[in-house]
T-cell receptor, first 117, second 115 residues
Framework: AQKITQTQPGMFVQEKEAVTLDCTYD???????LFWYKQPSSGEMIFLIY??????QNATEGRYSLNFQKARKSANLVISASQLGDSAMYFCAMRDDGSGNTGKLIFGQGTTLQVKP | EPEVTQTPSHQVTQMGQEVILRCVPISNHLYFYWYRQILGQKVEFLVS????????KSEIFDDQFSVERPDGSNFTLKIRSTKLEDSAMYFCASSEARRSSYEQYFGPGTRLTVT
């Protein structure tokens, strides 16, 4: 069965510093995708970054990068040069690509990030 | 940029009443989803919909819930007789394909409050 685990309920980071948000996953499907979403206090889900299970390189999108360690089944999000606007809840999610799968996303519990000035 | 829209943004209803949450997915998308997020908790999958039928539903999606795509553009979630525990944010999402390399676009959500 698919499972996503985020073990950090809350994190603090100083403005302009980097922060790593942890995510581990479990799946029996060899083909899958990993996602990170940001949810600010306004409630919407904002897509940040995607990593495919067969991608050779770690995904990067601006200040966001995904530290993908396939053997350890981890997909940690790294935010560089934190800004006050990065304060939000962050969700890691997974989607299996197997033939019987419908494309649903499975989410972790989320990590609340607070950026301190 | 195309976007998923949801109406209403906030719905207050009394226990036992029926509610219909509406979504307009992105026009060329074929896969549609509803998710639920109880306040402060994780986002949970409810149902996926493809080719005018449910392709998968979670344990949460019991007989009180139904979905339909009545006119080729709207995608609705109906809760027949709301309970207090149905209070949550409901997100609609759509995707061009089901493979993970295709982004799943989320709507802004409908906050449902059952009193």
């Amino acid at each position: 069965a698919q499972k996503i685990t985020q073990t950090q309920p809350g994190m603090f980071v100083q403005e302009k510093e980097a922060v790593t948000l942890d995510c581990t996953y479990d799946t029996s499907d060899p083909s899958y995708g990993l996602f990170w979403y940001k949810q600010p206090s306004s409630g919407e889900m904002i897509f940040l970054i995607y990593q495919g299970s067969y991608d050779q390189q770690n995904a990067t999108e601006g200040r966001y990068s995904l530290n993908f360690q396939k053997a350890r089944k981890s997909a940690n999000l790294v935010i560089s040069a934190s800004q006050l606007g990065d304060s939000a809840m962050y969700f890691c999610a997974m989607r299996d690509d197997g033939s019987g799968n419908t494309g649903k996303l499975i989410f972790g519990q989320g990590t609340t990030l607070q950026v301190k000035p | 940029e195309p976007e998923v829209t949801q109406t209403p943004s906030h719905q207050v209803t009394q226990m036992g009443q029926e509610v219909i949450l509406r979504c307009v997915p992105i026009s060329n998308h074929l896969y549609f989803y509803w998710y639920r997020q109880i306040l402060g908790q994780k986002v949970e999958f409810l149902v996926s919909f493809y080719n005018n039928e449910i392709s998968e539903k979670s344990e949460i999606f019991d007989d009180q819930f139904s979905v339909e795509r009545p006119d080729g553009s709207n995608f609705t979630l109906k809760i027949r007789s709301t309970k207090l525990e149905d209070s949550a944010m409901y997100f609609c999402a759509s995707s061009e394909a089901r493979r993970s390399s295709y982004e799943q676009y989320f709507g802004p959500g409908t906050r449902l409050t059952v009193t």
